[in-house]
């Protein structure tokens, strides 16, 4: 029973059940003519839910959460990757860990999507002991809070192992000795293993002996690698 003429239709939102979001205008225009009708005024509404749960410090390194394992990072943003492209787009749903690495993310449209971390915004020192992408299923007014990332504080420390033997043939036969007798004026090769023995990657790494003149300009590199 709508009056001939130009008419709105509105939403009233306190009846729209909870956990949903409007996905288009709330307001239509319709024009209503002589025995006619207009069925244009469509309105769209999408299902929301929460994301979670927490950053923590995975201290054994074995990316299980372990009892005791309660410490987190605080300050690390995460984002739900709604296009899964990898790039925190505008309008895309994130959040921030507090003091105790919890974070929830709300606003996030009902199905199932990947929560990513900032790798930025990882306090310096701490690598991951977990995928820092993480699958979600979100229902419609509810929460999926499984998506909990490991990171370990990580050490730098390395040995050196250093050996000699007498003669000149481009390091071939390193590893030589700890000790070798040699008369003055004799060619005697040096060998220097250096291992990373701990928990990242190290460069930019520099190699002197000043009690025999040795730098690492003057050192040939036989074996192994860097990333």
């Known amino acids: 029973n709508v009056p001939v003429g130009n008419w709105n239709v509105r939403i009233d939102t306190s009846s729209v059940p909870t956990g949903y979001v409007a996905t288009t205008a709330g307001l239509v225009a319709v024009t209503v003519t002589p025995g006619g009708s207009d069925l244009s005024a469509d309105f769209g509404y999408q299902g929301q839910g929460v994301v979670g749960d927490q950053v923590w410090v995975d201290t054994n390194g074995d990316g299980i959460q ?29 959040g921030t860990t507090n003091a105790s690495g919890i974070y929830s993310i709300t606003g996030v449209p009902a199905g199932t999507w990947n929560v990513r971390i900032d790798t930025s915004s990882i306090p310096f020192g701490y690598g991951p002991t977990t995928a820092t992408v993480q699958s979600v299923t979100v229902p419609t007014n509810g929460s999926d809070v499984t998506a909990d990332f490991g990171y370990r504080g990580l050490s730098a420390t390395i040995q050196v192992e250093k050996t000699v033997y007498q003669g000149l043939d481009s390091g071939a036969s390193c590893p030589g000795s700890e000790l070798v007798t040699a008369a003055p004026a004799t060619d005697v090769t040096f060998c220097f293993q250096i291992t990373n023995t701990g928990s990242t990657y190290l460069n930019s790494l520099t190699l002197d002996d000043t009690g025999l003149g040795i730098n690492l300009a003057s050192l040939m590199q036989l074996s192994g690698s860097s990333p």
């Open 66 to 94: 372990d009892a005791g394992e309660t410490t987190g990072l605080s300050g690390v943003d995460l984002w739900v990757d709604l296009d899964n492209d990898g790039v925190q787009d505008g309008g895309e749903p994130s």
